[in-house]
């Protein structure tokens, strides 16, 4: 029995850039069937959504976070990058534990959910506890256990590659080796990730080029720019997933086209940490460079939303390059949604027969009406939207605002309870 998505206002395709007007999209088994104003009369739907007044997308992919981090949301403010990490974030992490991050995961996962967020890369510690807590939401997610040379909250390679292995691969599920960066990770460190992420066709998630500090340590460590240390490794490849990559030159990012590298920018992050630059986005995209959008952390944002970030990106770069041209709607809503899919390894949604029934409903509400030759991508990237409906490999999810299947007091009421034994003198000094 299949989802029949039924008298759609509009539905945009991020890679065509066509919108199907007052249309229905039928789906069955994870797959779109059929998209067209008539279906075939022998579809059989059990499941019928409404979208007679919505804006039907694929959903939004979050590249990049640390979901777990809702435990430390407000924690630590108005602080700078190497502060932030050595006084506030590290020594309050070594208090988590399993329970702990399944919960703030869980709380997570129902952000991303009600925000549209139908795919999540993330990288932390206990990551079985945040793949169980996204996966029991409905979402997939790319999850990739933290790895520091230190061994830091045991965050060893052998560690990662146990962790991977506790937990079998699904259509919402996919493993990653999460190195966390070059200056927490030694040279031999990189090369064995590189090795097991080969051997076991991996993807490698790692910070880059997200500070001058980083990019003036790797110089001091290696002699070489971040970008051309992971290169000299071999790290380089369609499956590096690069999250950052705010002080980036030239010369790196060539290297990251030609090796066919995906990085991630995170705008909202950098400009909350103050790292005093704007990743080069356009660049990147000359190059040919799969760009695509994270959150980073609910302790740097705070927010999960890849909407937000959407927009926030696209300003940002358009102010600081003097250029109200830089990164149009489009192709913002292209990196938020199907670039996003491309980097994380899942199939990539989109309007045609076979493709990934991963759905958002955006309903017109008084924010999101407009001109009536405003493009979707116009109204969806710079108005004020909300999501009344997610499907997420042909399962409906969130339906007219409303979870299916998920009791959201109980995952509210659990995350309280386990913030509880957290040192509260500490937290809020």
Same mark, same amino acid.
């Not at 965050?155 to 919402?172: D, F, H, P, Y």
């Given at each position: 029995?299949?989802?029949?998505?039924?008298?759609?206002?509009?539905?945009?395709?991020?890679?065509?850039?066509?919108?199907?007007?007052?249309?229905?999209?039928?789906?069955?088994?994870? &797959?779109?069937?059929?998209?067209?104003?008539?279906?075939?009369?022998?579809?059989?739907?059990?499941?019928?959504?409404?979208?007679?007044?919505?804006?039907?997308?694929?959903?939004?992919?979050?590249?990049?976070?640390?979901?777990?981090?809702?435990?430390?949301?407000?924690?630590?403010?108005?602080?700078?990058?190497?502060?932030?990490?050595?006084?506030?974030?590290?020594?309050?992490?070594?208090?988590?534990?399993?329970?702990?991050?399944?919960?703030?995961?869980?709380?997570?996962?129902?952000?991303?959910?009600?925000?549209?967020?139908?795919?999540?890369?993330?990288?932390?510690?206990?990551?079985? &506890?945040?793949?169980?807590?996204?996966?029991?939401?409905?979402?997939?997610?790319?999850?990739?256990?933290?790895?520091?040379?230190?061994?830091?909250?045991?965050?060893?390679?052998?560690?990662?590659?146990?962790?991977?292995?506790?937990?079998?691969?699904?259509?919402?599920?996919?493993?990653?080796?999460?190195?966390?960066?070059?200056?927490?990770?030694?040279?031999?460190?990189?090369?064995?990730?590189?090795?097991?992420?080969?051997?076991?066709?991996?993807?490698?998630?790692?910070?880059?080029?997200?500070?001058?500090?980083?990019?003036?340590?790797?110089?001091?460590?290696?002699?070489?720019?971040?970008?051309?240390?992971?290169?000299?490794?071999?790290?380089?490849?369609?499956?590096?997933?690069?999250?950052?990559?705010?002080?980036?030159?030239?010369?790196?990012?060539?290297?990251?086209?030609?090796?066919?590298?995906?990085?991630?920018?995170?705008?909202?992050?950098?400009?909350?940490?103050?790292?005093?630059?704007?990743?080069?986005?356009?660049?990147?995209?000359?190059?040919?460079?799969?760009?695509?959008?994270?959150?980073?952390?609910?302790?740097?944002?705070?927010?999960?939303?890849?909407?937000?970030?959407?927009?926030?990106?696209?300003?940002?770069?358009?102010?600081?390059?003097?250029?109200?041209?830089?990164?149009?709607?489009?192709?913002?809503?292209?990196?938020?949604?199907?670039?996003?899919?491309?980097?994380?390894?899942?199939?990539?949604?989109?309007?045609?027969?076979?493709?990934?029934?991963?759905?958002?409903?955006?309903?017109?509400?008084?924010?999101?009406?407009?001109?009536?030759?405003?493009?979707?991508?116009?109204?969806?990237?710079?108005?004020?939207?909300?999501?009344?409906?997610?499907?997420?490999?042909?399962?409906?999810?969130?339906?007219?605002?409303?979870?299916?299947?998920?009791?959201?007091?109980?995952?509210?009421?659990?995350?309280?309870?386990?913030?509880?034994?957290?040192?509260?003198?500490?937290?809020?000094?």
């Amino acid at each position: 029995m299949g989802l029949l998505l039924k008298e759609v206002y509009a539905a945009y395709d991020p890679d065509t850039g066509k919108t199907h007007r007052d249309t229905n999209i039928y789906i069955e088994d994870g &797959s779109v069937i059929e998209v067209g104003e008539h279906l075939g009369a022998s579809w059989k739907t059990d499941t019928v959504i409404e979208c007679k007044r919505k804006i039907v997308l694929p959903g939004f992919v979050n590249a990049h976070t640390h979901l777990a981090m809702t435990l430390l949301r407000g924690y630590a403010e108005d602080l700078s990058l190497q502060a932030w990490l050595n006084t506030k974030i590290w020594p309050a992490e070594q208090r988590l534990d399993q329970h702990k991050v399944y919960v703030a995961a869980r709380l997570a996962g129902l952000e991303l959910l009600y925000s549209g967020v139908t795919a999540v890369a993330d990288m932390y510690f206990f990551e079985d &506890s945040v793949a169980s807590a996204v996966t029991s939401l409905g979402l997939r997610i790319l999850a990739a256990p933290a790895i520091f040379s230190s061994g830091f909250m045991g965050s060893s390679l052998k560690e990662a590659i146990n962790t991977v292995g506790s937990i079998r691969e699904n259509q919402l599920l996919k493993w990653a080796l999460g190195p966390h960066s070059t200056y927490s990770c030694s040279k031999d460190t990189l090369e064995e990730v590189r090795e097991a992420a080969e051997g076991r066709e991996l993807r490698v998630h790692i910070h880059v080029g997200e500070s001058r500090r980083s990019q003036v340590t790797a110089e001091t460590i290696y002699g070489r720019r971040e970008v051309e240390v992971l290169g000299d490794l071999g790290l380089l490849s369609q499956r590096l997933i690069a999250a950052h990559c705010v002080w980036t030159t030239k010369r790196e990012i060539e290297l990251l086209a030609r090796g066919g590298a995906n990085v991630v920018f995170c705008p909202v992050s950098n400009a909350k940490l103050a790292e005093g630059g704007v990743a080069p986005i356009p660049e990147m995209l000359g190059a040919g460079v799969n760009v695509c959008l994270g959150t980073d952390g609910p302790a740097s944002n705070n927010s999960l939303s890849i909407h937000e970030t959407m927009k926030f990106g696209s300003l940002i770069l358009k102010n600081h390059r003097w250029d109200p041209t830089t990164l149009d709607a489009a192709t913002s809503l292209r990196m938020a949604t199907t670039n996003g899919y491309r980097a994380l390894g899942f199939p990539a949604p989109g309007l045609k027969r076979g493709l990934a029934a991963d759905f958002i409903a955006v309903p017109l509400t008084p924010s999101i009406h407009g001109h009536p030759a405003a493009s979707i991508p116009n109204l969806v990237v710079y108005s004020s939207i909300s999501v009344s409906d997610v499907v997420v490999n042909g399962e409906p999810i969130l339906v007219d605002f409303h979870p299916v299947k998920i009791d959201e007091q109980k995952i509210v009421d659990e995350f309280q309870m386990a913030t509880l034994d957290l040192d509260t003198h500490e937290l809020s000094s």
